[in-house]
């Protein structure tokens, strides 16, 4: 955690907590604030915090506010671009004045496809044997550093798929909303990863990915 993150978190919760009293919080450095409206408010005030620190252009603020039911609202801002991608349950996702749409690749060997790796040294070896078995499979791989951006860019169709093992709710639920209301499709797996794409992609990519987790031997 850095001074940055601790800053953007303290700002964010504020202004949270002082429209919405009775909503819950929970926050990547904050931790959790009850509530009793039934809406919870997921936010990672810096995602790609070593990104920010190594001074690589890459990293965004990640906010979402949930029901029972699921995210209602999301918001991901790229300070350094100046764009702010939204969504709101059932009302579609834009780029400012410009809807999303996912995009429509539907041939694996054709898609550019993002991940991450988790920063434990095991966890992420294990990541990049089953990166390894994938990769001759799809047009490239992207690894940016920022889950957020990249579940906002697979909206943006600038991107074509994204997947990661992710455990934290603040790091994928604005990125999720926006996919789903840009027509696209996200599936978590049995390996706590998530899966975000076009919808003509999702399905033989899911496939892809779930073969690539089984041990050749």
């Known amino acids: 955690m850095s001074d940055a ?10 202004r949270i907590r002082a429209a919405f009293p009775d909503d819950a919080i929970v926050s990547e450095e904050g931790g959790t604030v009850a509530g009793r ?21 890459h990293w965004s603020v990640s906010i979402a506010c949930a029901d029972s039911v699921g995210p209602l609202a999301g918001a991901i801002y790229d300070p350094l671009r100046g764009e702010l991608f939204c969504a709101a349950r059932g009302q579609g996702a834009m780029l400012e004045a410009q809807r999303l749409r996912a995009s429509t690749v539907a041939d694996p060997g054709l898609a550019l496809v993002a991940t991450g790796f988790s920063y434990a040294g095991a966890e992420r070896a294990a990541q990049a044997a089953v990166l390894a078995r994938l990769a001759g499979k799809v047009r490239d791989i992207r690894r940016a550093g920022s889950a957020a951006l990249d579940l906002a860019w697979v909206a943006a169709g600038r991107i074509d798929a994204y997947f990661e093992v992710l455990r934290s709710p603040w790091d994928s639920a ?22 975000a794409s076009g919808r003509p992609l999702h399905a033989p990519l899911v496939t892809l990915l ?8």
């Open 5 to 14: 993150d601790r800053d953007a978190d303290a700002l964010v919760v504020g």
């Open 37 to 57: 409206s039934g809406r919870t408010w997921y936010v990672d005030p810096l995602d790609g915090t070593i990104n920010y620190l190594y001074g690589l252009p």
């Open 210 to 217: 779930r073969a690539s987790h089984e041990d050749p031997g």
């Open 174 to 195: 604005a990125g999720e909303l926006l996919v789903r209301e840009a027509g696209g499709a996200v599936t978590w797996t049995e390996h706590h990863e998530i899966v």
